[in-house]
């Protein structure tokens, strides 16, 4: 494509599309999978159980969260430099970043009016 970023790869057998398809989900299941379990860790580390000792420990798992996101974030870009270039791994982290701003805009109320 001519003045278009063409990021279509190449079209994959019915086995590639399988395989590729079943990795992917197996890699979201795990970074989805530690999101749920640092919570968990936390409480049963302090030994919190109640409400009130457990409030205290929300800006650290807000911390934790952040940290696991960058480290995912780094790690996709990391990878992509090494398998497809610089250009498709900053494509591809620009359109990270800018994702929460085009989705609050998409998600947001129509009572609202136009962003």
């Known amino acids: ?22 990795s992917a989900i197996r890699h979201k299941t795990l970074i989805l999978g530690t999101y749920l379990v640092i919570p968990i860790v936390n409480v049963v580390w ?4 109640t409400i009130e000792a457990l409030r205290p420990l929300a800006a650290t ?5 952040f940290a696991w ?3 995912v974030v780094a790690g996709r870009a ?4 090494w398998a497809r270039g610089p250009r498709l791994a900053l494509v591809w ?3 990270l970043a800018t994702d ?10 129509r009572f609202l009016g136009p962003a």
């Not at 302090?46 to 159980?49: D, E, L, P, Y």
């Open 61 to 65: 798992v807000a911390y934790e969260w």
């Open 78 to 81: 990391a990878y992509l430099v």
């Open 1 to 22: 494509m001519f003045g278009k970023l063409d990021l279509r790869p190449r079209p994959r057998t019915d086995g590639e599309h399988r395989c590729a398809a079943s």
């Open 93 to 95: 982290f620009v359109k």
């Open 100 to 109: 929460p701003l085009t989705d609050v805009i998409a998600y947001s109320p």
């Open 46 to 49: 302090s030994g919190a159980f």
């Open 69 to 71: 996101t960058a480290a």
